[in-house]
């Protein structure tokens, strides 16, 4: 190692959410022209450090040197005049303009007034010359392909001066040819000395073109080195090798009985209206009565898509689903609530709960048809029948029927909508992300009602992206990567490596 | 945050700002009386005060509508110029002056009261399921559906009457408008009628429920497997019924039915909606604060009459109302968010 200062030093980072430590004492370095992963889970704290180095948030505690001088980065534009960008998942192009103004957004050459546009595009053809990409600059964004936008956001951040370019997670929208063109570039920008952070899901592009790795973990570091000092096995052993919490349940083995609904051959495709939408390839997977089935994967699996295309809540483009054997058509969320399905979704403020009405309203939405009377009144006692018997059952704690469900604790909440559907009856319930933002004592008894929902007899299918609670609820686990199925496993053959794996690794490579 | 959880019954506690929220319509309606009370004797007669409520009652036969519409965060510009049309139907009938329309004379033969309330009716209901399946099929924003069919209705009131007014019905007619029960005027006697039921409807009915849901949130409704378009095209039916009914009425008061009848309508009614405690966000409001808002906006402009201020000083004063019980709204959501 040289004895000059590193490009980018961020030392003992700290960052809270209220309730949540989301950060806490992370270091971390990258040197001029390297190319570095920062790895880790959903969750483990990379996304809220990227931000922190865009300037887009700022940290409770630590420092970040940059060239071995400590900087406050305290807003984006500050972080691009020191020559960091970052190039977002979903990018921040201006469709409906074309490539010179969006590369040069902004910053437009010219006087005060008036726009040279003669500077600008000679300016923007000489970057995107040297990026590769074959295109007049009048083009408008809109008519790129999505690989073709990356090189555009690429060419905005050398337009900056930029020393550092941070991606996020930039091939999950590229074929292996755009890749291997991406990665390319990336070697280029390296051999003139500007550095590259890349975080990527892909575990085996991290040996393809990083030189050093961090690994970030429950938001503190979990590692750090060489990438050609260590190997998948070691990278995925540093990503999930916190303990199991003591607290999760664990479900006893349950009665399992027929198959109650069968996905197959489920393909759902990228549209021109969301070219980022992830795109559902093939998946087949069986749910039987009285099983809990997890699924698996990492943000962008397609594990939401699939189970909202089986509610009927996003079209799909072919396959069939079968409840009980018999094929079905579910284009609706009312047929498939008609075929018994129910679908708890992963945001519940803004997909399940109607935050400014009473709990009473919430909860019997679905059932309305059932404590109605022939003239379509709704009748208060069955209602609140209803309400009073979901209550001690779920034990959720409320003032009154009449609260409003908005003012309700994160888990409160998610028993109410666990509640609604509950009390439809139905032969198969999909749970995303059931414990998302609730405290451990909730979530225990979330766990233990799913369990008795499987126990009733119910084809239980459950989301989750923490892994340690995808082990204790589930009895069979089906792993998804980018919208295909890469594996299934039984609970008691998984451990958590062996998933990450399933999760990371593409179909051919795990084999 | 770990207090906030640990404290669910929190609303269970006084909510001093939760209180004025809910009641602030009614305080400032009794305020507003209070003064014009002490300022104009002749305010507060039962003359008066009868007349305020005859008024009232046809832009709040429109407010009952209107707040199904904006339960469901959406709204109808076109009311004033489909209540034109309407009426303009409902006199042609009256006065058996449909295949004869330029000589509405004596010698005309009408169709009868019943029939003319038909018509006015059905207009109302098919121009408002026309304008709800333009904004649940053609995704078209409310705002802008609306604001084509009051040009729409307006030109097609203009059309069909030439430009000229129908007025001259039987005593039967125009009982409708200016008949009393007991001292009571008609109107006032329908506005209340249609109050209380749609009251019922709301609160007390899956239907009414439905209509909270998919104005609280839309795609949770669409997940819990409500039939998202199908309630949001049936508020603008119903709005459609109320701008047919209170066509009817109104022309039977005037005695008389004409292109422009109903100009600047929207803005009244919306505001007594608004003022009345319904969120434009959609999934908060009632008919009780309707009712409040309509009579609010009705003793405001009555006042305003009888004090002699100009009719342009009150177009600005409904309109500063507006904007300030919208602002008022906002906060109030914001407040809920927090909670």
């Known amino acids: 190692m040289d004895t000059a200062p590193p490009l980018l030093r961020m030392s003992g980072i700290s960052k809270s959410f209220p309730g ?64 960091i960008v970052t190039i977002y998942q979903e990018f921040t192009l201006a469709p409906n303009m074309s490539i010179a103004d969006n590369v040069f957004i902004g910053r437009e050459p010219g006087s005060r007034l008036f726009i040279n546009r003669a500077e600008l595009e000679s300016a923007t053809s000489a970057l995107t010359r040297r990026l590769g990409l074959d295109r007049s600059v009048r083009t408008l964004v809109r008519d790129l392909s999505v690989a073709e936008q990356q090189l555009v956001e690429i060419a905005r951040a050398l337009s900056m001066q930029s020393k550092l370019i941070v991606m996020d997670e930039p091939t999950s929208a590229l074929s292996r040819a755009e890749v291997e063109k991406l990665f390319r570039l990336v070697r280029t920008l390296k051999s003139e000395g500007i550095s590259t952070i890349f975080v990527t899901h892909r575990l085996e592009e991290v040996f393809e073109i990083c030189d050093n790795y961090t690994v970030l973990r429950d938001g503190r570091n979990a590692g750090a080195g060489a990438v ?121 403020k803004q997909q399940a709960l109607f935050l400014a009405l009473a709990i009473r309203t919430n909860l019997s939405i679905t059932v309305l048809d059932r404590i109605s009377n022939a003239l379509s009144f709704v009748s208060a006692d069955k209602e609140l029948g209803l309400v009073d018997e979901y209550r001690r059952k779920l034990n959720i704690r409320m003032a009154g029927p009449d609260q409003l469900v908005g003012n309700l604790s994160g888990g409160n909440q998610q028993k109410v909508v666990l509640a609604r559907w509950l009390a439809l009856g139905p032969r198969v319930l999909i749970v995303d992300e059931p414990t998302r933002g609730i405290d451990v004592g909730a979530k225990v008894e979330v766990h233990n009602l799913l369990f008795e929902m499987a126990n009733a007899g119910i084809a239980v299918i459950a989301i989750s992206s923490e892994l340690p609670e995808i082990l204790a609820i589930s009895d069979r686990i089906v792993t998804m990567r980018e919208g295909v199925v890469t594996g299934e496993i039984r609970r008691d053959d998984a451990d958590q490596e062996k998933l990450m794996t399933m999760m990371t690794l593409s179909v051919g490579e795990a084999a | 945050m770990t207090e906030l959880r640990a404290t669910p019954e929190k609303s269970a506690g006084f909510d001093p700002f939760g209180f004025a929220a809910r009641f602030a319509p009614l305080i400032f309606l009794i305020v507003l009386m209070a003064v014009f009370a002490l300022l104009e004797p002749r305010f507060f007669t039962s003359v008066n005060l009868f007349n305020v409520a ?18 469901t965060a959406g709204i109808d510009l076109s009311i004033g110029s489909l209540l034109a049309f309407a009426g303009l139907v409902a006199a042609a009938i009256a006065k058996g002056g449909l295949s004869d329309r330029f000589t509405v004379g004596d010698d005309a033969i009408g169709y009868g009261w019943q029939l003319a309330a038909l ?16 904004i649940t099929r053609f995704k078209v924003p409310p705002f802008v559906v609306t604001l084509g069919g009051m040009s729409v209705f307006r ?39 249609a109050a209380v039921l749609a009251h019922i409807v709301l609160s ?32 603008y039916v119903i709005m459609g019924f109320f701008a047919g009914l209170s066509a009817f ?37 009632t008919i009780f604060g309707t009712v409040i808002g309509s009579l609010l906006i009705g003793v405001l402009i009555n006042g305003l009459v009888i004090l002699n201020v100009s009719s342009y000083i009150q177009q600005i004063i409904i309109g500063v109302i507006i904007v300030l019980a919208v602002a008022f709204d906002t906060f109030a959501k914001s ?3 927090r909670a």
Not at chain 1, 50 to 62: D, E, F, M, T
Not at chain 2, 54 to 71: D, H, N
């Open chain 1, 20 to 83: 949540v430590k989301a950060l806490d004492d992370v270091s971390f370095t990258v040197a001029a022209g390297e190319v570095h992963a920062l790895l880790g889970e959903n969750g483990a704290g990379k996304s809220t450090l990227l931000k922190i180095l865009a300037g887009a948030q700022s940290a409770n505690a630590g420092t970040i040197e940059i060239d071995g001088k400590a900087v406050v980065l305290a807003n984006p534009h500050e972080a691009q005049q020191r020559g």
């Open chain 1, 228 to 348: 050609a000092e260590t190997s998948i096995e070691g990278i995925i052993r540093l990503m999930v090798g916190r303990e199991l919490s003591g607290l999760l349940a664990r479900r006893s083995a349950g009665l399992v009985g027929p198959v109650a609904l069968a996905v197959e051959d489920l393909v759902r495709l990228r549209t021109p209206t969301s070219p980022h939408a992830i795109e559902l390839r093939n998946v087949s997977f069986k749910v039987r009565s009285g099983e809990i089935l997890g699924l698996a994967g990492l943000v962008g699996a397609g594990r939401t898509e699939t189970a909202r295309a089986i509610f009927g809540a996003d079209p799909f483009d072919s396959g069939r689903i079968l409840v009980d054997g018999e094929p079905v058509s579910i284009r609706t969320p009312q047929e498939a609530i008609r075929h018994g399905i129910g679908l708890v979704p992963e945001d519940r």
């Open chain 2, 54 to 71: 005859r008024q009232v009652s046809i832009t709040g036969l429109l407010a009952i509508g209107m707040t199904f519409v904006i339960l």
């Open chain 2, 119 to 134: 018509g006015a009716i059905a207009i109302g209901l098919i121009g408002g399921y026309v304008q709800g399946f333009a």
């Open chain 2, 155 to 193: 030109g097609a009131a203009l059309l069909f009457a030439a430009g000229g007014p129908i007025s001259g019905f039987d005593k039967d007619f125009a009982w409708w408008g200016q008949g009393k029960v007991f001292e009571v005027p008609v109107p006032v006697i329908i506005f209340v009628i």
């Open chain 2, 204 to 235: 007390y009915t899956r239907y009414g429920r439905r209509v909270y849901a998919v104005g609280g949130n839309p795609e949770a409704a669409r997940l819990s497997g409500l039939n998202v378009n199908w309630i949001i095209c049936s508020v």
């Open chain 2, 249 to 285: 009425v109104l022309a039977a008061r005037l005695n008389s039915a004409e292109a422009v009848a109903g100009t600047g309508y929207e803005l009244t009614v919306i505001a007594s909606v608004v003022i009345g405690g319904t969120s434009l966000f959609g999934g908060v409001g």
């Open chain 2, 335 to 337: 407040r809920r968010r």
